[in-house]
């Protein structure tokens, strides 16, 4: 098992293992949106363009220069991800 799926609720790994790692719908109430979860093989390789790339570096750097960031505690996103709370990463 990879270590991101070690990331997953519980409940998520279950309910892959028993439909058989077909692809599930899932509404999130929170969102209140329909996601997939699925197995990284049932799912294309993802492709970032560099013009994507180059925007989102440089809407950070501009953030940044206007004060509008704060620093990243990666010892404490490591911490949260091993307590599962997937909402502070």
């Not at 409940?11 to 197995?39: R, Y």
């Not at 004060?67 to 990243?72: A, R, Y």
Request: net charge negative; no cysteine; aromatic share 6%.
């Amino acid at each position: 098992m990879s270590e991101l799926l070690t990331l997953l609720p519980p409940v998520f790994l279950k309910s892959l293992a028993a439909n058989g790692g077909v692809p599930i719908p899932i509404e999130d109430p929170g969102w209140h949106q329909e996601i997939t979860l699925a197995p990284a093989e049932h799912l294309p390789p993802i492709r970032l363009e560099p013009s994507y790339m180059k925007a989102g570096v440089q809407k950070t750097v501009e953030q940044f220069e206007r004060g509008e960031s704060l620093p990243w505690d990666i010892g404490r996103t490591m911490k949260k991800a091993e307590q599962g709370r997937e909402d502070l990463l």
